[in-house]
């Protein structure tokens, strides 16, 4: 899109009372957005995902949905941080104080003229806007005013659970989040919870040599909600990165993952499930930079889509050159369950390395029936037949998940979706 055919951006204060650092970092992306504009139609990673409603001055209203049910990892031991659309709540979150973890609030961080995210926050986000441009990344710095700050200085004994709770119909959420996982440390950050009515939210990710950091999202419940994310990761020397996300509902959702393996025999994989009936519209956009020598990365992404559901999917791996021996696979697959869904995919390879082991590949297309067919031959009711090879066809991007307890958790709210969607 030309400069002049670039929507503009509507005029909006950046917070005040700001320390040094912060100041200067909203400032740089309040400049990158305005030279960039809002993403709009015309953009080719915007081509299949109208962003109209993302970007317009004020959110589209989405209703609250109340339930009974049990909150998502409601029974695993983990340290919980709250926000009620998109406002942190001290009374409902534990201590943030906790063995190998440091953890402070961006809203006072930010107030500080010396913190470690000063080395952090808004730089792999900018690091993340070439050669695509991202904008909605860029107005998230220079306007968030909360988030978390989390820094991993040692193998952390249980999960770091943000959740978003949405209890207004007309909240429109901005938070950023910063992990530094420190050289030889382990954690694991859970999210959960629709958050808003709008929302939009940043993590930048920094795993050192010898770090581990696993990440799972559960995204869902409040249909009406729209949401844009962003993950920007970089990887240190034999250091890994595990990332799931499992989305069920919303009338649109788009996230986007990138990653930088820039240390040796660096792991980073990326994966996600989702599930989608009616006016869903459900974007994964992943974009995997290999700079450094035998590292390996994954996409896997699942989508089930039935009553006119749409699914996106916009995945690249680019192998830069001196690369050697990596191994990037990619694999993106939606179950039609009707006429009237559709899936859009576009798998993308550059390479400019050429000791390399990189696959890519993509697929729709409807239930087998012949295995429906054996279930139900077999006494099997049908809604329950498709159910299990809904959930067989899932499983891959449901194995990428680690840690077991938080998978088999996952897996039966699939269950539960589906068995409450056949009445």
Not at 117 to 133: C, F, I, R, S, W
Not at 361 to 366: E, L, N, R
Request: with cysteine; aromatic share 8%; glycine share 8%.
């Amino acid at each position: 899109m030309g400069a002049a055919e670039k929507l503009t951006v509507a005029p909006r204060a950046l917070p005040d009372g700001q320390g040094a650092w912060a100041q200067s970092a909203r400032e740089s992306a309040a400049a990158r957005l305005t030279k960039m504009g809002m993403p709009g139609r015309r953009d080719e990673y915007w081509k299949y995902t109208n962003p109209t409603t993302l970007t317009d001055a004020t959110a589209t209203p989405a209703e609250v949905f109340v339930s009974d049910e049990a909150a998502v990892f409601g029974e695993i031991d983990t340290l919980k941080i709250v926000f009620v659309d998109g406002v942190f709540d001290p009374a409902a979150s534990d201590d943030l104080a906790f063995e190998g973890l440091e953890i402070s609030r961006l809203a006072d961080a930010v107030q500080a003229d010396i913190h470690w995210a000063k080395d952090l926050y808004g730089v792999l986000e900018t690091n993340g806007q070439t050669p695509v441009e991202r904008p909605l990344a860029s107005a998230n710095t220079a306007f968030a005013t909360d988030g978390v700050l989390i820094r991993a200085t040692a193998k952390v004994s249980k999960p770091v659970q943000v959740v978003y709770l949405h209890k207004s119909n007309s909240s429109d959420a901005i938070l950023h989040h910063v992990v530094k996982v420190e050289n030889g440390a382990e954690m694991t950050l859970i999210e959960n919870g629709p958050a808003a009515a709008r929302f939009n939210q940043v993590l930048e990710a920094d795993v050192a040599d010898n770090g581990a950091f696993h990440h799972v999202r559960a995204q869902g419940r409040d249909h009406e909600r729209r949401a844009v994310t962003h993950i920007f990761t970089r990887l240190g020397t034999e250091s890994t990165f595990k990332s799931f996300t499992l989305t069920v509902n919303g009338v649109l959702t788009r996230n986007e993952c990138i990653m930088e393996l820039t240390g040796d025999d660096a792991i980073a994989h990326v994966a996600g499930a989702a599930v989608g009936d009616g006016d869903f519209h459900h974007d994964d956009t992943v974009f995997i930079t290999h700079d450094a020598v035998n590292c390996e990365s994954r996409q896997v992404f699942k989508k089930v889509l039935r009553n006119g559901a749409t699914g996106v999917f916009q995945g690249k791996i680019l192998v830069k050159d001196g690369a050697q021996k990596t191994d990037g696979y990619q694999i993106s697959q939606a179950l039609l369950l009707d006429g009237d869904s559709q899936f859009l995919a576009k798998p993308e390879l550059e390479i400019y390395a050429d000791d390399v082991a990189c696959s890519h590949g993509s697929t729709s297309g409807a239930i087998d029936e012949d295995a429906l067919f054996y279930l139900r031959s077999r006494g099997v009711p049908e809604a329950q037949a498709q159910n299990l090879l809904v959930l067989a066809f899932l499983g891959e991007a449901l194995e990428e998940i680690d840690n077991d307890d938080l998978a088999a958790e996952l897996l039966s709210r699939l269950e539960a979706w589906f068995e409450r969607r056949n009445g």
